[in-house]
C-alpha cells in the first residue's frame, strides 16, 4: 500500500471514530522477550528513555507491505542466527520507549488509551518492571497498566501478592506468557499455576489478556508451545468470571491455512462455552482476520497492536482491511473493535449484587 492509500485509509478511520474513544490493549511498555527495563532517561526530554545512544525520531507514515508476517520473523534463518537476529530486532523496536514515543504512535492512527503489558522472564522476580512502568508512564491517565506474576510467588501466596501490587500500582488487569514466564500448560502443574493466577485476578477485580499462540523466538525453545490453544482449552476458564482476552485469537506463529483449519475450531468451541472470553488482534495477518471476523461476533474482539513490536498504524490498517474483506458492517464492527468493547471491558464499573 502506497502512502497516499494508506494515508487516506487513516483519514477514513478517523472520519468513522468521531469522538470515540480508541483503545489498543495490547502494548508493551517495553521490550519483554530478551531486554526487559534496560533503559535510561534521555537527558533533555521529558517522557523518553533510550537503551542506546541512537537518536529518538519520531515514527511516520510510509508505505507498507501489509502482508509481511510479524509473527513468524527470521524463519528461515539457521537456528543458530535466529536468536540473535530475533535480539537485534527487539532491540532496535525498542531502542526508544516513554510516554514520548507512544504518544507519537497513538497520533498517527487516532489512538486515545492503551494497555500497557509488562512479562516477566522464566528467573525473573520482584518489582523492577513496576517500578519502570510506574515511573514511565504514571502521570497520564492515556496509559492503564497490567500485572505479570513472577514464579517465585507461590501459588498459596499469588492472590494476597497480586492484592498489593493492585493497590500499589493501580493495575487493571493480569498478563500471562506462559512461554516467556515459563508457564507449561501441557502439564498439570502449569495449569494449576495459570488456574490460581485466574482465581487471584477475579479475587482482585482483574481483568486477564493470555498470550494465546506459539513464541517462535522464546529464548527457552522446551517453551516456545506452552501457550497452544490445544493447552489453553484445558484451563477451568469459568474459575474467573472477569473479562479474558486471549492475544493474538490464540494464532501467533502459524500460518493462515494451519490456523484456520486447527486453532479456530478449538477457539469457537472455548467461546461457546464461556461467554467472558474475547480475543485481541495483535500479530494477526489480514486474510486470517478476515475469516476470524466472519466466524466471530464483533463484540467478542478488541484492537491490539502489539506495539513496538509493530507500529500501532500498521495493525490498524490491517485491522481496516481484514474488516473489508470480510462480511461484517464496517463502521459498526470497527467501532466496537477500537472503542465500545474496550470500554465494557475496562471502564464500565460492574454493579455488585448484595
Known amino acids: 500500500m502506497d502512502q497516499k492509500a494508506v494515508q487516506n485509509a487513516l483519514n477514513t478511520i478517523r472520519e468513522i471514530k468521531g469522538s470515540h474513544t480508541f483503545y489498543d490493549i495490547h502494548v508493551h511498555p517495553f521490550e519483554v522477550m530478551f531486554d526487559a527495563c534496560q533503559y535510561r532517561h534521555s537527558p533533555g526530554y521529558d517522557g523518553l528513555y533510550c537503551s542506546s545512544s541512537s537518536t529518538y525520531k519520531a515514527p511516520e507514515i510510509t508505505e507498507v507491505n501489509l502482508h509481511q508476517d510479524l509473527a513468524k520473523p527470521g524463519e528461515t534463518l539457521d537456528p543458530k542466527y535466529r536468536a540473535m537476529a530475533c535480539l537485534l530486532n527487539a532491540r532496535r523496536f525498542y531502542s526508544h520507549t516513554g510516554p514520548v514515543v507512544f504518544a507519537d504512535q497513538m497520533a498517527l492512527c487516532g489512538i486515545d488509551k492503551v494497555l500497557l503489558l509488562p512479562v516477566m522472564a522464566e528467573n525473573e522476580s520482584g518489582e523492577a518492571q513496576m517500578n519502570a512502568m510506574c515511573r514511565m508512564f504514571g502521570q497520564s491517565d492515556k496509559f492503564m497498566t497490567a500485572y505479570s506474576v513472577p514464579n517465585d510467588i507461590p501459588n498459596d501466596d499469588v492472590d494476597a501478592q497480586m492484592g498489593r501490587i493492585v493497590a500499589k500500582y493501580n493495575v487493571r488487569a493480569l498478563k500471562i506468557h506462559p512461554s516467556v514466564t515459563g508457564i507449561d500448560l501441557g502439564c498439570q502443574k502449569g495449569i494449576d499455576r495459570v488456574e490460581s493466577l485466574l482465581a487471584a485476578a477475579n479475587n482482585n477485580g482483574l481483568k ?96 491490539g497492536s502489539d506495539a513496538l513490536y509493530e507500529k500501532q498504524w500498521i495493525s490498524i490498517l490491517k485491522l481496516w482491511c481484514g474488516l473489508t474483506l470480510s462480511n461484517k458492517k464496517l463502521e459498526k464492527s470497527l467501532l466496537d473493535i477500537l472503542c465500545l468493547n474496550a470500554i465494557k471491558i475496562f471502564e464500565v464499573k460492574k454493579v455488585m449484587s448484595i
Open 208 to 303: 486477564v489478556v493470555i498470550h494465546g499462540g506459539k513464541s517462535p523466538n522464546c529464548k527457552n525453545s522446551q517453551a516456545i508451545s506452552y501457550g497452544i490453544i490445544q493447552n489453553l482449552r484445558n484451563i477451568d476458564w469459568s474459575i474467573i468470571s472477569e473479562p479474558v482476552i486471549i492475544a493474538h485469537g490464540g494464532c501467533f506463529g502459524y500460518g493462515y491455512e494451519e490456523a484456520k483449519e486447527t486453532i479456530v475450531p478449538i477457539l469457537l468451541n472455548l467461546f461457546e462455552s464461556h461467554d467472558h472470553l474475547s480475543f485481541d488482534t495483535s500479530a494477526i495477518g489480514i486474510e486470517l482476520l478476515s475469516h476470524l471476523f466472519e466466524r466471530f461476533d464483533s463484540k467478542r474482539i478488541l484492537f
